[in-house]
């Protein structure tokens, strides 16, 4: 996640009137939040040790494929295949378990 969309989905919370006490919603958004982020993480720990460690490298430290690759030592076309398998399975499963609509799925 960029800083840029962080920063705006700050100001639009706080204009919305989150920074004004904790509405009911935002801490039933929080729980919805935290049990989509223990699912999330063992459907990555699922995922084969390679595609879960590009995915990783990635999504939470912020690297590109090509920065990846260099880090790594991989070929630039191998981390590049990893990323969209893991992808893909990461999809599957979240669409296995029922997870379209809380995920931001579109309908198929």
């Known amino acids: 996640m960029s ?4 920063e705006e989905r700050f100001r639009v919370e ?6 004004t006490g904790t509405p ?8 919805a939040t935290s ?7 063992r459907l990555l720990n699922a995922l084969p040790t390679a595609q879960s460690q590009a995915l990783r490298m ?3 430290g912020g690297l ?4 990846i690759a ?7 076309g191998t981390i590049k295949t ?4 893991a992808m893909r399975k990461l999809r599957q499963s979240i669409l296995a378990i029922g997870g379209r609509a809380e995920w931001g799925f579109a309908e198929a």
């Open 24 to 31: 009911k919603h935002a801490v039933n958004d929080a729980v």
């Open 82 to 85: 990893r990323l969209e398998l």
């Open 14 to 19: 706080i204009e919305s009137g989150f920074g």
């Open 70 to 76: 260099s880090k790594t030592g991989i070929p630039l």
């Open 58 to 60: 990635s999504y939470y």
């Open 3 to 6: 800083y840029g969309r962080a």
């Open 64 to 67: 590109s494929q090509r920065e």
């Open 35 to 41: 049990e989509i982020s223990i699912v999330f993480h």
